[in-house]
């Protein structure tokens, strides 16, 4: 019923008679929508689009007029909204119909040359050590396309938005995607390694390696709680039969890195994030007994999404230039 309505409400009239309604969606008003309910918050969306809050707020009332009913949920003592069922429904169609919106700007052109927007989504940690490069490669080669990049330390949530079609392109750091509504290539993989100062308690096992006993009688300094370094970390020692005790968030691998090269307590990070320190023996890597921990890196689409030329182009930049230093 819903995909009937939107169909009759996106179409221009025909010849004859007109139907007793007859609006057209407002496209602008579809990706208000859906960066609503993207990023759950009125106030982050209009942030994110540049609109002041009424704006997003006009919008969203204009689209539930036309539904005839609410696309969120408002919690009554908070700020919390969430999809209504007709508001989840509606959100894969506005996709479809933006996605098919892009796709018809670009086809209308005569040239070849790639262009319009691409949105990127990333692991916060590849884009703070492995992205600057390739992307700066990509703005000087197509410089037609417009990029925005939405970063996040969650693997859950970068796949999230190639599904719900908030990017075109994800890169994912963490477990393999299974998923058979996305298309994913392995990039490749990296090492985790623990790190320590030179004269940390750990240092002894350097050339022996540790085991999960010795890693959890020391203090642990991590970036995020929902970091996949930290959940694979974790799952490594319950396996073990281990747990940390002393665990503290610094809130960022800058931040977990200072504080293990003054000799408070290691770090768990891939190996591409460290490589600077280890050079400069600011820090060293200590090796887990029989154990070789990584993370695979995957680049994402959504299956049912058209590739566009700017997506085709960032698609083939990535193999071969995404090379992991560390993958051996």
Known sequence: MLACELGQRCIALSAGNPPEWTPMLDLVKLETFRTVANTGSFTRAGSELGYSQST????????EREFGAPLFERARFSREI????????????????????QETAIAIHTDSEPGGQLRVSVNALLLAYRFPRMLRKYQMTYSQVRLTIASYT??????????????????????????????AEKLGSDRL?????????LARF??????AEDLARNQFFTSDASCAVRLHFERFLTNEGFHMDETTDAGSIEAVKRCAAEGMGFGFMPSFAVTRELSAR????????????????????????WVSPALRAFWEMARPDFVLSSAA
């Open 56 to 63: 997003i707020t006009a919008h969203i009332q204009a689209l």
């Open 82 to 101: 969430a999809l209504t069922e007709i508001g989840q429904r509606t959100l894969d169609y506005a996709g479809r119909l933006l996605a098919l919106a």
């Open 154 to 183: 969650d693997p859950r949530a970068v796949v999230a938005t190639a599904l719900n079609g908030a990017a075109d392109v994800a890169f994912v750091f963490g477990e393999a995607t299974g998923s058979e509504r996305v298309i």
């Open 193 to 201: 390694l623990v790190v320590c100062s030179p004269d940390h308690p």
């Open 206 to 211: 350097q050339k022996t390696g540790a085991l």
């Open 282 to 305: 600011e820090l060293i890597a200590v090796p887990i007994r029989n154990a070789d921990l990584r993370l695979e890196i995957q680049m994402v689409r959504n299956a049912k999404t």
